[in-house]
Structures are given as structure tokens and as C-alpha cells.
């Protein structure tokens, strides 16, 4: 069984990584204080820095987290992983309660 640092949580929220220029919108299928996972059927390449943006139920502006893609698959699912990379206190704050959150609606 695997060890995990953070608890996941499983979401259904719209989240963006934003390049440069450029948002891809994603739906996240889980969450950590750690980092969060993303459905997609084009994964980005592993190493790939990226802000991550989503919304809480509590704030009205986006949170956003700079994140790496640690990995990425084709198979049996699409998608990739991304770990926060120097999440603020602030930002920390946001998701222990918005995992706390979704972790009661179970």
C-alpha cells in the first residue's frame, strides 16, 4: 500500500494552468496540500512548471499555486500529476479547508 504525505481528496472543480500566455482548463479528480491530479487526454510533459488556478466556495478571487508535473500518462487513464511547488501560508490555509470541506460531503 502506498504511503502518502497528504490525504487526497476527491473533487469535481474546474482548475486552470496558465503558461505565459496561455490557460488550459482542466477538472481536477483529486487534491492534496501536497499537490492535485488532473484528468486530461493531452498530459504535459514531466518537469513542466505551471500555475494552478481554482476557485473555493469561500473566496471569490482565484487561488493560484505554482506547480510541477512530476508525471504523466496516456495509459490506462490520461492525465498527470502536479506537485505544489512553494505554496504561501495563505495558500496552504485554502486547502486544508476547502479538502476539509469536501472531505465531510462524503
Do not use: Y
Request: hydrophobic residues 40%; proline residues 7%; charged residues 25%.
Amino acid at each position: 500500500m502506498e504511503e502518502r504525505a497528504c490525504k487526497r481528496i476527491a473533487v469535481q472543480v474546474g482548475c486552470w494552468l496558465v503558461e505565459m500566455d496561455s490557460a488550459s482548463c482542466f477538472h481536477t479528480f483529486d487534491l492534496s496540500e501536497g499537490g492535485v491530479c488532473i484528468n486530461t487526454d493531452e498530459p504535459f510533459p514531466v518537469g513542466r512548471v505551471v500555475t494552478l488556478q481554482f476557485f473555493t466556495p469561500k473566496d471569490a478571487a482565484p487561488v493560484s499555486i505554482t506547480a510541477e508535473v512530476v508525471w504523466s500518462q496516456l495509459e490506462p487513464t490520461a492525465g498527470m500529476g502536479l506537485r505544489f511547488t512553494d505554496p504561501g501560508p495563505k495558500e496552504l490555509q485554502i486547502i486544508k479547508e476547502f479538502t476539509a470541506i469536501l472531505g465531510r460531503r462524503k
